[in-house]
């Protein structure tokens, strides 16, 4: 045990503030975390709606029913017959005496945007889109960095009814055609450079090729033009807010691409007010006069998740730029300089933290909470943040994804913290560990299952004809549940372990990415005929992504192919794409059915015995598994 909440932590906090309201409002006794989480998941509908009424969420219309259930959790409805937005409960909080952005860049010295100043931009931006035709359902893409125009963009967008989505600026231009082009925007707008790592990249020929590709697109708004100057300069717009049903679209979010081009994951409303209401309030205990920070980019779920900390009245602190330019301080030193009071980012960055010695014991006294996502902290990065960050401190390990932009599992301020466990399951969400019977167990690894549906969960995918492939991403393994694709154990005092992914999908530096895209670019390159790539969870929370290449007859492995590969993967995609180390291979595991089999490949190098991990009869060259056999051992 690394730290335990003292009784005034704990009763200062927002979530036992929500105990003493169910206390008194709905005669519920509930005195600690784990009669909390028991009764939430065991009376969805009264516990969702405890939440609705708790934040007393601003609406029209009325509900019969908080839940309408389905068979199968696609297709649940929630709060229908209500109206909402979510951009209207950020505004109710505006206040003078705190600013809503810091904003710090790698360009720029740490600025104060105040809510009048976010306000007016945003209204004025609202008022643009309002001009160009734009309304409810309407999609508005981004293509720009994790500055304060994207966040006012988001807004204005959602202020309409209309529907947002974004990419960072260091995705590729494939990267981005293969995401936004489902989804075909009215308006894209764009930054036409970024800096990161002490350069300046131009993206001027990226941009004009997506507004090539992009269907239907109308118009192409560039950060920082004289245009974009003139349309800030608009004082006298009115910030209004369209509330539109509590299903309809607020942003889309893309899969990592394992199985083709990314799924356009659409989620609702309401769905994400809500979930963000609980998750920021309860489980973050973001207050007004906080301020809140986690490293991202417009391209992860976190920036959608961060800036949420706006519906709580907390200031959103905003940083654009490399974590280690022009050294590894760079994120602490803006802690420091700014008085983060919760402190986010990637276990990956804490892990080269701890790697490069970094100690500031005795400066963040105003740090309350320090954040972790993306991929399991280990033990002793638990440990070296406590010695080296600070002793009294509260670390929420915290998991969830894209899929639900929020989390499954991750902190309360009642438990203690213990190294290497995510402190809890989070309230609403019943998450369970399934052994190979589909049973729930604990004390033991199995598959991530959650079992009722969560308002945050996708309406449905963009362009997803009888929802065929939202049903295939987690309802095949187990009909009506939620298989999420984590290998974890939930422990006997109910804290959670995770373990890595139980699927194929790529883990790189906290963000997930497809296979699909290293595949598109790698075979691209004329000497290559197949190619396979895997990911695997290492000791010490990191990871190793070797690459397996097939190439054409008369074409060697040299370091200048191996050079050309890597140079493809960063042109297309990104430096995460690039993978640790190529191989040649004589051919690489498929299925009968012509599948890469990918996932028994990452068990075998984890580990497991070829019997376990592969059935050779379902395979159509089971040949090619020596190769791989091999591999693992001489990597023991």
């Given at each position: 045990m690394l730290w335990q909440p003292s009784k005034q932590f704990t009763e200062s906090s927002n979530m036992f503030a929500y105990a003493q309201y169910l206390k008194r409002e709905k005669n519920l006794d509930l005195n600690n975390y784990a009669e909390l989480w028991d009764w939430s998941v065991n009376n969805i509908s009264q516990f969702w709606e405890s939440i609705w009424q708790y934040y007393e969420v601003l609406h029209d219309g009325s509900y019969q029913k908080v839940l309408l259930q389905t068979p199968e959790m696609i297709g649940a409805k929630w709060f229908e017959g209500t109206k909402v937005n979510y951009a209207e409960h950020v505004f109710r909080n505006k206040a003078s005496e705190y600013p809503a952005i810091i904003f710090q860049s790698?360009?720029?010295?740490?600025?104060?945007?105040?809510?009048?100043?976010?306000e007016e931009k945003v209204a004025a931006l609202a008022a643009y889109f309002k001009a160009e035709g734009i309304g409810?359902?309407?999609?508005?893409?981004?293509?720009?960095?994790?500055?304060?125009?994207?966040?006012?963009?988001?807004?204005?967008?959602?202020?309409?009814?209309?529907?947002?989505?974004?990419?960072?600026?260091?995705?590729?231009?494939?990267?981005?055609?293969?995401?936004?082009?489902?989804?075909?925007?009215?308006?894209?707008?764009?930054?036409?450079?970024?800096?990161?790592?002490?350069?300046?990249f131009s993206k001027n020929e990226t941009v004009a090729e997506l507004a090539d590709h992009l269907k239907g697109l109308k118009k192409l708004l560039i950060v920082g033009s004289a245009e974009w100057t003139n349309i800030m300069n608009n004082k006298s717009a009115t910030l209004e807010f369209t509330r539109v049903d509590f299903s309809d679209p607020i942003w889309i979010l893309y899969s990592s691409g394992t199985t083709g081009k990314p799924k356009a994951i659409t989620h609702s409303v309401g769905g994400m007010l809500i979930e963000h209401l609980k998750a920021m309030g309860l489980h973050q205990n973001c207050k007004k006069g906080d301020r809140f920070f986690w490293y991202s980019t417009t391209g992860w779920m976190m920036w959608n998740y961060a800036n949420a900390a706006l519906l709580h009245g907390t200031t959103v602190v905003i940083y654009d730029g490399a974590p280690a330019y022009p050294n590894i301080n760079v994120l602490w030193d803006l802690a420091e300089k700014t008085k983060i009071t919760h402190f986010g980012a990637g276990a990956s960055f804490y892990i080269s933290c701890m790697k490069e010695g970094v100690n500031y014991e005795g400066k963040l006294n105003h740090i309350q909470s320090l954040g972790s996502t993306g991929s399991p902290l280990p033990p002793e990065a638990f440990d070296w943040i406590y010695k080296n960050i600070k002793k009294d401190l509260w670390l929420i390990s915290l998991s969830g994804g894209t899929d639900i932009c929020s989390g499954f599992v991750g902190g309360n301020p009642y438990e203690p913290v213990y190294a290497g466990e995510i402190q809890c399951r989070l309230l609403g969400c019943k998450v369970e560990a399934y052994n190979e019977q589909g049973k729930p167990v604990y004390d033991e690894l199995g598959e991530m299952v959650i079992e009722e549906a969560l308002p945050s969960m996708p309406v449905y995918f963009w362009n997803d004809?009888?929802?065929?492939?939202?049903?295939?991403?987690y309802f095949e393994m187990y009909p009506g549940k939620w298989r999420h694709g984590d290998w974890i154990k939930i422990t006997s005092r109910n804290s959670v372990i995770i373990f890595g992914r139980s699927d194929a999908t790529l883990n790189r530096g906290g963000v997930r990415i497809g296979t699909s895209e290293v595949y598109s670019a790698v075979e691209s390159v004329a000497e290559i005929k197949d190619s396979m790539v895997i990911c695997t969870d290492e000791e010490g929370g990191e990871h190793y992504m070797p690459l397996f290449v097939v190439l054409r007859e008369g074409f060697?492995?040299?370091?200048?192919?191996?050079?050309?590969?890597?140079?493809?993967?960063?042109?297309?995609?990104?430096?995460?794409?690039?993978?640790?180390e190529i191989f040649q291979v004589a051919e690489i595991p498929y299925t009968i059915s012509g599948k890469k089999m990918e996932t028994p490949m990452k068990k075998i190098l984890m580990g497991t015995p070829i019997e376990k991990a592969a059935t050779k009869d379902a395979m159509k060259n089971p040949e090619s598994l020596k190769f791989f056999l091999g591999f693992v051992r001489g990597k023991k």
């Open positions: 790698e360009t720029q010295t740490a600025t104060e945007i105040s809510w009048q100043e976010l409810k359902g309407d999609r508005i893409a981004a293509y720009l960095p994790n500055n304060p125009e994207a966040l006012i963009a988001f807004l204005a967008a959602n202020s309409l009814g209309a529907v947002w989505s974004s990419c960072s600026p260091d995705f590729g231009t494939a990267s981005v055609i293969d995401r936004l082009s489902q989804i075909e925007p009215k308006i894209l707008i764009a930054c036409d450079s970024y800096s990161y790592n002490g350069k300046q004809k009888g929802n065929e492939k939202y049903h295939s991403s060697i492995l040299d370091d200048a192919l191996k050079a050309k590969i890597k140079a493809e993967l960063r042109k297309q995609y990104s430096p995460r794409h690039v993978p640790d």
